[in-house]
């Protein structure tokens, strides 16, 4: 596990947008294509503004989500949103292959097993994702896998319904799914993640985010989440 720290959150979202352009770059060299999963939240707003304005040839990326609540599609909520409106919107026309969780529908466990078809159809059998964008809350979760809840166990399946947690329901991608992803990247910013983010470069399973696989993972973080004196 790699860790680059940077002085404040604007920093270090510019710092993972390009990291993900170089990777994109990559695989586009290699395979053709980029596969790419974005986690929702407060955090990554910045970066998915800042990726939009890197010279890619879009058409040729999948983007899928790592995790969405299940609200409806207007609600400020809703982590596609902002994935649409900072990224997909703004970036180079043709725009990339957007793949929204679907959580409309009135059955969400047809719809979870329809959402991993696609990742199969679109990344093989098992999907393999080019990079994973994660982030970290201040209970250890990532991606909506929390602390107790069933999906965290889920090894069967590579999309899950979790429980409520703060107050909606979610679909997520599993552990399983994650885990065989080429590059994971963890963008983690402010004070009140410095705990977790300790014990996640600690490797701490006790918590959600310790069970994902170090060795090809790399964080990205701003000062307050990662002070100097825990600097190696």
């Not at 510019?14 to 695989?27: G, V």
């Not at 991606?143 to 947690?165: I, N, Q, Y």
Request: glycine share 6%; aromatic share 4%.
């Amino acid at each position: 596990m790699q860790v680059e720290v940077l002085p404040d959150p604007a920093a270090a979202a510019e710092r993972a947008a390009a990291f993900i352009a170089e990777r994109a770059q990559e695989a586009l060299r290699e395979r053709g294509r980029f596969l790419l999963a974005l986690s929702g939240g407060h955090t990554p707003l910045a970066m998915y503004e800042a990726l939009a304005r890197h010279a890619l040839p879009w058409q040729q990326v999948e983007m899928f989500q790592v995790d969405e609540r299940v609200v409806p599609p207007t609600r400020a909520e809703r982590n596609w949103n902002p994935i649409r409106r900072l990224l997909l919107a703004r970036a180079a026309a043709p725009a990339p292959h957007g793949h929204p969780m679907p959580v409309d529908g009135a059955d969400l466990v047809e719809a979870a097993g329809a959402y991993a078809e696609t990742l199969v159809q679109v990344a093989g059998a098992p999907p393999r994702l080019d990079l994973v964008h994660l982030g970290l809350g201040a209970d250890g979760h990532t991606a909506s896998l929390f602390p107790g809840d069933p999906a965290l166990e889920v090894d069967d399946a590579w999309v899950a319904l979790t429980g409520v947690h703060h107050g909606h329901r979610r679909m997520t991608l599993t552990l399983p799914a994650i885990d065989r992803a080429r590059c994971i990247l963890w963008l983690v910013c402010g004070a009140d993640k410095a705990r977790m983010l300790r014990r996640l470069t600690e490797g701490d399973e006790t918590i959600p985010a310790g069970r994902v696989p170090r060795n090809h993972a790399w964080i990205i973080a701003d000062r307050t989440a990662r002070p100097a004196d825990e600097q190696p």
